[in-house]
Structure formats: structure tokens, C-alpha cells
């Protein structure tokens, strides 16, 4: 039997996945841990994202809006995003987002609004449709982005999700009908 010689590549490759995961592991565990920590108050929310913070909160809800289950705000993600502006990003990183934040301003006023937070959920409609229409990459997906993350690390994105951290078997195809919409349930 002939034995398997990896190319450079393939072990390049392979360094990366591990040296990736293991790299995103903190982020992943710190954000997952402290985000249901934090509560919004004027002593820990960063004095250059207050002017911005229920501009964050509107768009937050937008992308993830409270259906028959809990949305953005309820699950903490206007707090994640403060939190990864205050102390992940740094200055000129937290510089350069919020100054983006004023395209939703300079949007809104295009379409007759004084601003973003004071326009009418159409005008506020209209205005994120244009950024995911307009560009690939741009603030809004930036806030996509954190939206999802914190959303899906949060406490209830896991109940929403039905997460079972003790699996009790793996089943390949069971209908949906018959868990409901755990996708992250492992056994029944």
C-alpha cells in the first residue's frame, strides 16, 4: 500500500483552518461570555458611540426584528456592538465606523427626512435597501455583520435555537416538523 505524501499546500491549508480557529477561539468565547454581562449605562458606553447608540439600536432591529421571537434589542446586540467598539476596536478603527454612521444620516436626508433616527420606517426602509443594493462592502454591512455575531452568541439566539450542549445521538434527516426550528439540536 502506497502511502499519502500531502503537498505543501495541502499542509499549508490545513495550518491555517487550525492556526484560524485557534486565533478566533478567544474572540469567540469572550464575546459568547461577557456580552450578556454588559447593561448599557452612560458610565460603559464609549463617549464617541453615544452620540450614535439609537441609531445602532434602530438598524440592530431592522436586521433582526422581535417576530415570534425575541429580536436585536431584546437579545443585547445594541450593548455587543458598544462593547466591540470600546474595547475591541481601536481608536482609529472606532473613528473610521462611526464616521461611516453618518451615510444613514446623509441617506435619510436624500429622501426628505431630517435624519435617520427621525425618519419614518419607510424612509428607514429604503435606506438600508440602498446600502444592500449599492455596495459590497459598506458600513451596513460592517453592521450586518456585528448584528449576526452578537445576535447568534447571545443567550437568546441559544434558546431561540433550541441548542442542546449535551447531545444524545445525531440524526441525520429528521423533518423539520419534528423538531421545530432547532437546527442546533442533536438529539431528541
Not at 437579545?75 to 466591540?84: K, Q, T
Amino acid at each position: 500500500m502506497k502511502a499519502h505524501n500531502p503537498s505543501r499546500r495541502d499542509v499549508l491549508k490545513k495550518a491555517s483552518y487550525l492556526l484560524g480557529g485557534i486565533a478566533a477561539t478567544p474572540l469567540f468565547l469572550y464575546a459568547a461570555s461577557s456580552q450578556d454581562k454588559v447593561a448599557l449605562t452612560p458610565e460603559n458606553i464609549h463617549p464617541s458611540v453615544v452620540p450614535y447608540q439609537k441609531l445602532i439600536s434602530i438598524v440592530t432591529e431592522m436586521i433582526i426584528p422581535t417576530t415570534d421571537t425575541p429580536g436585536a434589542i431584546a437579545a443585547g446586540v445594541p450593548e455587543f456592538i458598544n462593547l466591540m467598539l470600546s474595547e475591541w476596536y481601536d481608536a482609529d478603527e472606532r473613528k473610521r465606523f462611526l464616521g461611516q454612521l453618518s451615510e444613514f444620516d446623509n441617506q435619510a436626508i436624500g429622501r426628505g427626512a431630517r435624519d435617520f433616527v427621525s425618519a419614518g420606517s419607510d424612509i428607514q426602509n429604503a435606506v438600508l435597501q440602498y446600502f444592500d443594493q449599492h455596495s459590497r462592502y459598506n458600513i451596513f454591512s460592517e453592521l450586518k455583520e456585528l448584528t449576526v455575531f452578537g445576535y447568534y452568541t447571545s443567550e437568546v439566539a441559544i434558546q431561540e435555537l433550541n441548542y442542546s450542549p449535551i447531545p444524545t445521538k445525531y440524526q441525520a434527516c429528521v423533518p423539520l416538523k419534528e423538531v421545530g426550528r432547532a437546527w442546533l439540536q442533536y438529539g431528541i
